[in-house]
């Protein structure tokens, strides 16, 4: 037993190193005086001192983000409306119609969505611009949410809503007291997936993304396109810093949330 | 009651509408003009009458199968040991972890270890293997692409093992099963539902990681997203563009039903 735990230990470490070993090559020689990933030269923070001057890039960070933000946000909420109507459709032939359609931009790929979305965009006259990303990346996020919250919904008790009404509660108070609250984990499951599916998105972007709006995800590949530049290392280093503190902060919530949650189940069982 | 609900519907259902239905038929609408608007079926018979787009298709496919196939080998022993571990937790977190750094980001860090002073001709010469060109070839594509998409195979595995009631595979080595055993007629067919979803996960986008066959691929187009993207941003011919979209979703479409079919000939076989 002790053995077979040793293998799964050598093999998960290796697996590790295998995930990591470019983001801290990346890392190391953003600290390298050098023009190239292939000789350490010596220590400098040179290339973080050019980052940091470099507006246009900054201002790109600050913009990615916030197209992250606002639009899982709001493909959260559409999408839990959706996730609500869909179960509370009667027909089962007009559940799984539209749990098709809602699937649609889950299992095309990238270069197809872009690509529609770029006709789409012309075709009904909207500038290639932020407005245009935006759109895009709600769309392509409300799907991820409906399939994250629809089971949460399923697998309700139902006769919640039953007592919650028997006891006098208006639908709003149904609603916002006793369905929401049931599958808050679901609609925050779905917010974090519509967050990653944003933040890590190229190929949509790349393709509805006019001049005057670009994603960090654009630039990257267009500075990386035209060669090695240390600059973009130096930038890999404080975006992975980002993401250890928003996990760091993801993790401090949810476990925080989870100890109150039990605290509550404790309590029930003890009534 | 019945207007205020159609109400929170309404997001939802223009959604549906507007970004679902209306851009398929405004590619297919594409696919069947020319550039002056007049319905035309040039489009598809360029597509199968210029061996190139075939054999791309036929690239595409093989491509997306051999990223999906190495995927799924190292990941699954890795989601099974993961179940095994104390802080799973933390070991997922770790897991998780690199899927948040940008994708592109990743990339480019391949460009300098594959390059030819890079990481692993270092390590390779270390053994006097001279120097081998590993950058801008389909193995570099191959193996950035499944290096990219190993945490999506873990994580839907790791949830369908972890699903699994210990007790059946207790039952079955006390019943007499051989480790082999168990693992071919109890924990495959029962993390089945984890190992479809991460390949669903996998398969799809590797047809459009257009962007790594340009920056590590070595700029050729070799697969279907890399000849959309570049009929619809370099060449501009969004006719064409769409043509090869529209055959990409009906192959799509079709492997699905195939696979849907077989799933559910085997429901009927238990």
Known sequence: MRNRHLVARIYLTFILILLYVPIFYLIYFSFSSGKNMNKFEHFTLAHYQTLFQDNRLLAIFLETILLALLSSLIATIIGTFG???????????????TLALNNVLMVSPDVIIG??????????????????????????????????VLPRINEMDMSLIDAARDLGANSWQVFSDVLIPVIMPGIFSGLFMALTYSLDDFAVTFFVTGNGFSTLSVEIYSRARQGIDLEINALSTVMFLFVLLLVGIYYFITTKKGRKKNHRVMGGWVK | MKNKKMFFMIPYLLWIILFVILPILLILWYSFT?????????NYVEFFRNGTFLKMMLNSFWYAFLITFLT??????????LTKMKNQQLWLLLIILPTWINLLLKAYAFIGILGNDGLVNKFLRLFGIGPVNILFTDFAFIFVATYIEIPFMILPIFNAIKEINPAVIQASE???????????????PLSRPGVESGVQAIFIPSLSLFMLTRLIGGNRVITLGTAIEEYFMTTMNWNMGATIGVVLIVLMVIVMLITSRKARRKKVDL
């Open chain 2, 174 to 188: 006390d019943l007499g099963a051989s480790k082999w055993q168990t693992f071919r007629y109890v924990l495959w």
């Open chain 2, 34 to 42: 020319d550039s002056s608007n007049t319905f035309t079926l040039k």
């Open chain 1, 83 to 97: 996730a609500i109507a869909i179960a509370a459709m009667k027909k089962e032939s007009n559940k799984k119609t």
């Open chain 1, 115 to 148: 690509a529609s979305f770029l006709i789409f965009f012309t075709a009904l006259g909207i500038g290639l611009n932020f407005g245009s990303v935006l759109l895009s990346h709600i769309a392509f996020s409300i799907p991820i949410v409906v399939l994250m």
């Open chain 2, 72 to 81: 799924l080998i190292i990941s699954y022993p890795a989601a099974y040991f």
